[in-house]
């Protein structure tokens, strides 16, 4: 009789734990997506360290150049130099993914906290009130609103973007805010006269944080894209500001000049950028997922 006669199935040896430790942070995590989100942000937000020329210099001596060994990536129809515009316009539409995003997340917190500590009736209203705007398509709400406030700009547009994408985050807030608003440590809480923005932030945040982190970052992506849709259809950012989406605004221009590089090189950093922000935000679901099934 051996010691392996008498090991228990599903036993692993001290040794081996690390490992599969170690194999499961890579397995679970999407490490490349995160890497080259990184490296984007990185070098989107110092794009004056490696930008060759000013984005927004039309040098209209040299307009519609393949990419070769001045222009890396080509210029547009006005001469400007696409290589710089991918960093600038990148930094552009992802300060815009972000700014929208947080006040995205800030009104859909308050709002739904609020819902989940009011009466059943003041409930029931904001919730049908949050219906009814989750109703109408978000692309056509950011219109009408872009086209009522006008004076498109980088705020401007944030502000637009993330006033209108806020529901979801709402919903789960205030589903979670009703599990736990009579937990003893919140009516403790309040007993000791704990305002509403104390408890919010000590005991409610914590534990619906991970429930919309994944929400959280696929705004982003949506804010992107947003801004995207917005000036491809010519209601977005103005022509001195670049970003991706303005930049693809000038498909048309291209097509009939043959000029491929000025649809394909930002089209392929936009949909790269959306990829790897979607990649994170599934990897985050799988994660609250996986965390309520073990409560």
């Avoid at 529901?167 to 805010?177: G, L, P």
């Avoid at 534990?207 to 994944?214: G, V, Y």
Wanted: aromatic content about 10%.
């Amino acid at each position: 009789m051996t010691e392996k006669d008498f090991e228990l199935a599903g036993i692993r040896t001290v040794e081996e734990q690390p490992l599969r430790a170690k194999r499961k942070w890579y397995k679970e995590y999407p490490v490349v997506s995160m890497l080259f989100l990184g490296i984007m942000i990185v070098e989107c937000f110092f794009c004056e360290q490696i930008m060759t020329v000013n984005p927004t210099y039309m040098d209209l001596e040299h307009c519609n150049v393949a990419p070769g060994r001045k222009f890396l990536f080509g210029t547009d129809t006005l001469g400007r130099d696409i290589f710089s515009m991918i960093w600038y316009g990148g930094r552009v539409s992802l300060l815009i993914g972000f700014v929208a995003t947080a006040i995205s997340t800030a009104i859909g917190v308050l709002f739904g906290a609020v819902s989940g500590v009011a009466s059943p009736r003041a409930d029931a209203f904001l919730m049908r009130a949050v219906e009814i705007v989750l109703s109408i398509p978000n692309l056509l709400m950011i219109v009408l609103l872009q086209a009522v406030l006008g004076g498109a700009g980088v705020i401007g547009i944030s502000i637009v973007i993330g006033i209108t994408g806020w529901m979801s985050i709402a919903k789960v807030v205030r589903t979670e805010v009703r599990q736990i608003r009579n937990s003893e440590y919140v009516i403790a809480s309040k007993c000791m006269g704990g305002s509403f923005w104390h408890i919010l932030w000590r005991h409610f945040l914590p534990n619906f944080w991970p429930s919309i982190m994944f929400m959280v970052v696929m705004n982003v992506r949506t804010a992107i894209v947003a801004e995207s849709t917005l000036s491809f259809m010519g209601i977005g950012l103005p022509l001195e500001i670049v970003s991706w989406g303005s930049m693809l605004a000038l498909s048309q221009q291209a097509l009939m000049t043959g000029s491929w590089w000025m649809i394909l090189i930002p089209g392929c950093f936009l949909i790269v950028t959306l990829m790897c922000v979607t990649d994170i935000g599934n990897s985050l679901r799988r994660d609250s997922n996986q965390r309520q099934s073990n409560l």
